[in-house]
């Protein structure tokens, strides 16, 4: 499945961990040409190595803080350089930011997680929208945008993360619109929104905690990197999701069912 991804040209941000990293795998296993992405180097070398090993036809690791626009822009124009163009976008970094209650939150916890989950995605998106245009012109074939969204989009998030949940409903959004922007362009726009997924996501809590979100999902456990990563594929493949657009894809083990 998902031959057609073969060689293409993936660019997925926050990728040196987590759901970014088991999708980085799961693209190498089928011979893509991979950029991935982190604010820090700590385990890029490793990442990058792995992903050779497993048979991508190219790897390139960018480091970039994508909280800032001129970092946005450096970080495609590297990917671009690197390996001539793009055919698609999975915007995967983010994360909580910190938690707050509402009447302590100042202008600064404000823009850190708006620009952690916001405006990267929107800088990374609009700086890639010319290449992703070209590659569906060249290839006569859609060019996708990913992104990963959230369950706490859909229900508000836990006390304290307002302003992440709604970041991220803020994503699931924005994708409709860019869906009557670009469409034209045959460029298609789609989310995955992870339940809880078992990643450093979650490492502040403890495993009393741990436990009882547990018992609030259907499956009664955390999902696992590797369960989440195929999704990432489905979208980016012209061949079996050519058609979908505009949709949000939700992986959480029946934690939720909108
Ligand atoms: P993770 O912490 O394991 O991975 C996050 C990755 O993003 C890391 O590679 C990190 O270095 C990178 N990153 C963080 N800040 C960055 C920045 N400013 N610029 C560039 N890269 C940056 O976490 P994860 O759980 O795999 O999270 C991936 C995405 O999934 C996030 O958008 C998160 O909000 C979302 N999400 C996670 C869960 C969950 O339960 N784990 C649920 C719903 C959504």
């Not at 991220?168 to 409709?176: E, G, M, N, S, V």
């Not at 657009?245 to 909108?258: A, E, F, H, K, R």
């Amino acid at each position: 499945m998902f031959e057609d991804l073969k060689g293409k040209r993936v660019l997925i941000t926050g990728s040196t961990a987590g759901m970014g990293l088991a999708t980085a795998r799961e693209f190498a296993k089928h011979g893509a040409k991979i950029g991935i992405n982190s604010h820090m180097t700590e385990g890029s070398e490793e990442a990058v190595a792995e992903l050779q090993e497993l048979g991508a036809q190219g790897v390139v690791f960018i480091q970039a803080n994508l909280m800032k626009t001129a970092e946005c822009e450096r970080c495609v124009s590297e990917f671009v350089a690197e390996f001539g163009g793009m055919d698609v976008l999975i915007n995967n970094a983010g994360g909580l930011g910190g938690r707050e209650n509402l009447e302590n939150i100042d202008d600064e916890f404000y823009d850190r997680v708006m620009d952690l989950n916001g405006r990267s995605v929107l800088m990374m998106t609009k700086y890639s929208i010319p290449h992703l245009r070209q590659s569906a012109k060249e290839s006569g074939e859609t060019a996708a945008v990913v992104g990963t969204g959230s369950i706490a989009a859909r229900e508000g998030g836990g006390v304290g993360a307002g302003i992440y949940a709604a970041s991220k409903a803020w994503l699931h959004d924005i994708h409709r619109n860019w869906v009557k922007e670009f469409t034209k362009d045959n460029i298609r726009f789609n989310i995955v929104a992870p339940g809880t997924i078992d990643t450093a996501f979650h490492d502040g809590k403890s495993d009393e905690l741990k436990a009882h979100i547990a018992s609030t999902i259907a499956m009664g456990r955390f999902g696992k990197i590797e369960e989440v990563a195929p999704t990432f594929l489905f979208f980016s493949s012209h061949k079996y999701s050519g058609y979908i657009t505009g949709q949000i894809l939700d992986v959480n083990g029946g934690q939720m069912c909108p």
